[in-house]
């Protein structure tokens, strides 16, 4: 004989376990390397093409998005259609960068961004007198 607590606890794992993968299913995966000149993100993004992928920046947030839309086709029916949309977001604060120097590339699925940082070293905190 199980306990009724039993079970919620299965279905409670077994529901996390699936909304975790719907939220990871959301967004795509991301490294961001520091180097003494720059940072080097690159986001796999499979199946984009560079037309269907916007990268911003500004105030310190870096912006990547990506939407997909298969068109239709006139002929045939479809038995299962699972990438008819699909469409990502993610922002990073981003501090210290050249935002005129930013280069972007989409190679074999995987973008590859540059940000250069400011070569000129800004001060963390500044103490301010008090007259």
Do not use: C
Not at 19 to 48: C, H, S
């Amino acid at each position: 004989m199980t306990t009724p607590s039993h079970h919620s606890v299965e279905n409670e794992e077994l529901f996390g376990s699936i909304m975790n993968r719907f939220w990871e299913d959301q967004y795509f995966k991301v490294d961001i390397k520091e180097t003494p000149q720059a940072y080097e993100l690159f986001a796999d993004l499979p199946g984009f093409t560079k037309e269907e992928i916007t990268v911003e920046y500004a105030h310190d947030l870096l912006s990547i998005s990506a939407a997909h839309e298969v068109t239709s086709e006139t002929e045939g029916r479809y038995l299962r259609r699972e990438r008819s949309t699909s469409s990502f977001q993610r922002q990073f604060t981003m501090q210290n960068i050249q935002e005129d120097a930013i280069t972007a590339k989409l190679a074999n699925g995987v973008l590859q961004l540059n940000l250069p940082k400011n070569s000129h070293d800004e001060p963390e905190s500044r103490k301010i007198p008090i007259e």
